[in-house]
């Protein structure tokens, strides 16, 4: 018999009950490393994070809500998943965005333009200036391994 897991009671849980659940999609994202694919896709969504808008380390516990920039390739595969739904494998990064005030107290969006600075970097090895111009340029597919043994399917940035 399957006992029921309450998160209330969770000090009293029989250990030995734990399962292993499958977490990945079954794909093989390492059979695309090092293949070159467009970008199709830029936009500004947003994380939580644990650096505070001065790039300094928030204090334990703490996160806050953060800009980042997705860059996302065209589809590596499509296929159904366990349930029978369309999806689309894609190459993705993030690169933090900053907040900062005008002279006139208005709030805007940017990113560092500091020599190290993760899109600064990622602009200048695509050798374009703005990020609206990664649209349709070829990056290089690269994975990386995730927390809880996942494996993201990413791309060069530097």
Sequence with gaps: MVEEFNIEDAENFDVSKLEEFETSSGIDVYQYEGKQ???EAIRIEKILSKYG?????LPPGGEILQP???VE???VFKGKNSKGEDFELRASEIFSLK???DD?????????HHEKGALNRFLKKMR????KELVGKLVLLSTRLGKEDSVFLGFVKE
């Design 128 to 131: 374009v200036k703005h990020p």
């Design 68 to 70: 980042v920039l997705k």
């Design 99 to 101: 907040i900062r005030k």
């Design 53 to 57: 808008p001065d790039g300094k380390q």
């Design 73 to 75: 390739t065209t589809p």
């Design 37 to 39: 694919v467009p970008i």
């Design 104 to 112: 006139k107290g208005i709030d805007r969006i940017g990113w560092s």
